[in-house]
């Protein structure tokens, strides 16, 4: 008996190898085919135009080129939209960021009458897709003149972002009630409590969901084609689509390629360095009830 038992646990240790295996390269295969087309792209950045339109596929440049990133740089469309884009991440940030942190903070301490229905009612708008009211908003801002410039991208965001109330409403959970009422015994208004007490206990959390916000606004294409028509207003994912319309009539792929690799750039650095922060604060959120 003792050997039969030694047999079947070798040939379920065997199986188990043989599916992690093949599983695991499964998941090898999967990740190649979704990075190759960022490391194509990067690669391509430095080839040459005959290159890239050649019969002959290749994703090792031949010659090196490394001139195209400088012109990229030295458009003052790029530039623009480069502004133009952290023109609307600054003050979206800061300010939305503060109103979010507040908000969650009254959300998840605060005793006030319909609080529960407000909250979801907030929580049911993260369910409805920009698609379905893009084009109500497009013509509240024409009636109100805020298309063709930033304000469209910019006021929205300066309320708050529901996600981020969300998320800093269930890293709150984790923090005693008692801590309120202790801070009314020592007299501290409402807005101290939130600044002196809450806000340092969050600062990791609304830290995170920051960055996130910040790559969202980053990669926002959607908003800016609709509301805005002139191109020295132009966010910089626009000016990535211009350049495509531009310069692939030239057949200048590997300028197009340059751009593209700048403008994802900041985000993906920003990932890298805090991703651990980032899937830590979204686990935790997850879990807290």
């Not at 499964?26 to 194509?40: D, E, K, N, T, W």
């Not at 994912?237 to 495509?244: E, G, H, L």
């Amino acid at each position: 008996m003792a050997n039969l038992d030694e047999k079947s646990s070798e040939l379920k240790t065997k199986k188990a190898k043989v599916v992690d295996g093949v599983v695991f390269a499964l998941l090898l295969i999967g990740a190649v085919v979704m990075v190759f087309p960022l490391v194509y792209m990067v690669l391509s950045s430095f080839m040459t135009k005959n290159q890239i339109l050649s019969a002959n596929f290749s994703i090792i440049p031949n010659p090196w080129k490394f001139g195209k990133y400088a012109e990229v740089l030295q458009k003052p469309e790029f530039l623009r939209g480069l502004r133009n884009t952290l023109t609307v991440a600054f003050p979206v940030l800061l300010v939305g960021g503060f109103t979010s942190s507040l908000a969650a903070f009254s959300f998840s301490k605060l005793k006030f009458k319909g609080k529960s229905g407000i909250f979801l009612g907030l929580l049911a708008t993260m369910m409805i897709p920009f698609a379905v009211v893009m084009i109500p908003q497009y013509v509240m801002f024409t009636k109100i003149g805020w298309t063709n410039n930033l304000l469209p991208l910019i006021i929205p965001g300066l309320f708050g972002n529901v996600g981020i109330i969300f998320f800093l409403r269930q890293n709150l959970t984790s923090v005693p009630d008692s801590l309120v009422e202790a801070a009314k015994i020592d007299g501290c208004s409402y807005f101290k409590m939130y600044y002196s007490i809450f806000l340092p206990l969050m600062k990791g959390a609304l830290m995170t969901q920051l960055i996130l916000w910040f790559m969202g606004i980053w990669n926002d294409y959607l908003a800016p084609t609709i509301f805005i028509q002139d191109e020295k207003w132009f966010t910089l994912q626009v000016v990535i689509r211009s350049f495509n319309a531009y310069y692939a009539v030239n057949s200048d792929y590997p300028l197009i390629m340059a751009a593209s690799v700048l403008a994802i750039l900041p985000t993906l650095l920003l990932f890298f360095f805090f991703q651990r922060y980032i899937i830590e604060s979204m686990a935790v959120s997850g879990v807290k009830g």
